[in-house]
């Protein structure tokens, strides 16, 4: 069964940068499109990134040239550098596969606070 482990995250000042990182195991990342998503309180989970199959990238609006996303596939890891934080980035980080199809990690919590 794929494993998905998130890290990175942390507490940071609005205008701040935080880079996350995500390890998959089973290949997932080389056979699949990967991607960031995000859940605040009380919300729904939401797509923030996409890395597709030949490198290009996809990205929510509210996010779009604030937010990197990355792999190395021989890795099989995914990074997201965030810059530019704002409070509203605040929320619990997850990666997985575009689509969906492995089960979720425990994610990553960013708080962007001051």
């Known amino acids: 069964q794929v494993q998905l482990v998130e890290s990175g995250g942390g507490l940071v000042q609005p205008g701040g940068s935080l880079s996350l990182s995500c390890a998959g195991s089973?290949?997932?990342?080389?056979?699949?499109?990967a991607a960031w998503y995000r859940q605040a309180p009380g919300k729904q989970r939401e797509l923030v990134a996409r890395?597709?199959?030949?490198?290009?990238?996809n990205y929510a609006g509210s996010v779009k040239g604030r937010f990197t996303i990355s792999r190395d596939q021989a890795k099989n890891t995914v990074y997201l550098q965030m810059s530019s934080l704002k409070p509203e980035d605040t929320a619990v980080y997850y990666c997985?596969?575009?689509?969906?199809?492995?089960?979720w990690g425990q994610g990553t919590q960013v708080t962007v606070s001051s």
């Open positions: 997985n596969s575009w689509p969906i199809l492995s089960p």
């Open positions: 089973g290949g997932i990342f080389s056979m699949y499109a």
């Open positions: 890395i597709n199959r030949d490198d290009s990238t």
